[in-house]
């Protein structure tokens, strides 16, 4: 069982940055693949990025290549989402996801799922 708690959303104007942060209980984070997903308002939820369990492999959305950046600190069971330049669209609640499969862009493959923040990228 893993417990996922994101933080670090907010308000930003259009340019700016955020970093999420996803802190998980239990000792097996570091056995774990890292997902970040969001969902803005009337939009089905989509991929962001995704972590391997060492940090060694890293995948992206092509709406985010080049602009966010995610890695991991398995000593501190936390992972982060660099978020830079960030546009309006950016706007939804990120979540953070795990799964004891591979480096997957699908949400379907995750087992476990924080309960999410919120992030508002204003003009």
């Known amino acids: 069982q893993v417990q996922l708690v994101e933080s670090g959303g907010g308000l930003v104007q259009a340019g700016g940055s955020l970093r999420l942060s996803c802190a998980a209980s239990?000792?097996?984070?570091?056995?774990?693949?890292m997902g970040w997903f969001r969902q803005a308002p009337g939009k089905e939820r989509e991929f962001v990025a995704t972590i391997s369990w060492s940090g060694g492999v890293t995948d992206y959305a092509d709406s985010v290549k080049g602009r966010f950046t995610i890695s991991r600190d398995n000593a501190k069971n936390t992972v982060y989402l660099q978020m830079n330049s960030l546009k309006p669209e950016d706007t939804a609640v990120y979540y953070c996801a795990a799964t004891q499969g591979n480096t997957y862009a699908s949400g379907s493959l995750y087992d476990y799922w924080g309960q999410g923040t919120q992030v508002t990228v204003s003009s």
């Open positions: 239990g000792r097996t984070f570091s056995s774990y693949c």
